[in-house]
């Protein structure tokens, strides 16, 4: 039975003291600035590393979570949600058959997405204690099948663009965080700011138009058409450059 989001306050289930990577109860929000800085010290060298990215989401958005969490309970689809809690992490997903869909689906351009980049899909090395824990979870096991729907590459550019994308969709307070740092320190080569300001404001005017990313059920749109799916989310077009 899922444990109730306003039941519980979000911490991070996991630390790494080493880093300062440790999250106590109720800090208060110089530590979670703090802890929150380290995390992101860390994502800049090891963008994949789920300790850093647990603790930075505790640190930032734990009542963005559970918000989120609550506001689900409150709709059947969402309360499915939370009850089943399906999941995208490795382990779960099959490549291969996903591959042999047809062109155009988004299991086929899921699996594709995988392939391209070199990478596996998303693993917590952590158990899942609450609704919130597995809202953060799922959030992090779909960030790969956003940048399919969204259209968003890969690369330094195509990270805040999304980061723009899912801060107009979903409020998070991480992206404007990331999107700060990444133009005070311009990790990965990125250019000035004011080069791409106007991609990063298309793209926080997309995330808003679209529906709520928590609203579909991904695991069972693998056979539907990208554009299928897209149309669901009413993902609006791309600004042309």
């Not at 969490?69 to 996903?98: H, I, N």
């Not at 663009?161 to 133009?183: C, D, K, M, Y």
């Not at 791409?196 to 138009?209: M, P």
């Amino acid at each position: 039975m899922a444990v109730e989001a306003s039941e519980s306050k979000f911490s991070s289930p996991i630390s790494r003291a080493e880093d300062g990577l440790y999250l106590p109860e109720q800090p208060s929000l110089l530590t979670r600035f703090k802890v929150a800085l380290r995390a992101l010290r860390v994502l800049e060298k090891h963008p994949d590393d789920p300790v850093a990215a647990s603790v930075f989401n505790a640190a930032i958005d734990g009542p963005v979570f559970q918000a989120h969490a609550e506001a689900l309970l409150k709709t059947p689809e969402g309360a499915a949600l939370l009850k089943d809690r399906p999941t995208l992490q490795a382990g779960s997903v099959d490549l291969a058959a996903l591959a042999q869909l047809p062109e155009g689906t988004v299991g086929r351009a899921f699996a594709q997405y995988f392939i391209d980049n070199k990478i596996q899909p998303f693993a917590t090395p952590y158990e899942v204690r609450n609704d919130l824990d597995y809202v953060v979870k799922w959030y992090r096991e779909t960030h790969d099948l956003h940048h399919v729907l969204t259209g968003y590459a890969t690369d330094s550019m195509g990270e805040m663009e999304l980061q723009a994308f899912v801060w107009g969709n979903l409020g998070l307070r991480t992206s404007p965080f990331i999107l700060l740092f990444a133009a005070l320190l311009r990790p990965h080569n990125l250019p000035a700011i004011w080069r791409y300001a106007d991609r990063l404001r298309d793209a926080y005017a997309r995330g808003k138009a679209t529906k709520n990313l928590f609203s579909v059920r991904y695991e069972r749109s693998m056979a539907l058409t990208v554009e299928a799916l897209r149309d669901a989310l009413q993902i609006p077009p791309r600004a042309k450059a």
